[in-house]
């Protein structure tokens, strides 16, 4: 079984820092892009920041300069610093992950998209 496994939420202060992390563990043959979602209460989930295996990275216009996604690949493990946070910043972050699973029967592997469990993010004015 492959499990996300965010850490790193919790309340801060508008104008303060936090940092994210989400841990890829199981059976796993290689962890492709990796990216953090937003859902805020009644709003659809968001991507916030997005970084291939490659070290490509894509974030959404409203976090732009503050936020910041890196990734250690010997970890499998992706962070999201998060600065200069803004009521609007609240919500329920999700790690996401693409990821290739080998085939429990037989050789070869399978593709897999898996979601962490979310991690809450509060910010107080």
């Known amino acids: 079984q492959v499990r996300l496994v965010e850490s790193g939420g919790g309340l801060v202060q508008a104008g303060g820092s936090l940092r994210l992390s989400c841990a890829a563990s199981?059976?796993?043959?290689?962890?492709?892009?990796m990216a953090w979602y937003r859902q805020a209460p009644g709003n659809q989930r968001e991507l916030v920041a997005a970084?291939?295996?490659?070290?490509?990275?894509n974030y959404a216009d409203s976090v732009k300069g503050r936020f910041t996604i890196s990734r250690d690949n010997a970890k499998n493990t992706v962070y999201l610093q998060m600065n200069s946070l803004k009521p609007e910043d609240a919500a329920v972050y999700y790690c996401?992950?693409?990821?290739?699973?080998?085939?429990?029967?037989?050789?070869?592997?399978?593709?897999?998209?898996?979601w962490g469990q979310g991690t809450l993010v509060t910010v107080s004015s």
């Open positions: 996401n992950a693409e990821t290739f699973v080998p085939l429990t029967t037989g050789g070869g592997f399978r593709y897999l998209e898996v």
């Open positions: 199981g059976t796993i043959f290689r962890v492709n892009a």
């Open positions: 970084v291939t295996s490659g070290g490509s990275t």
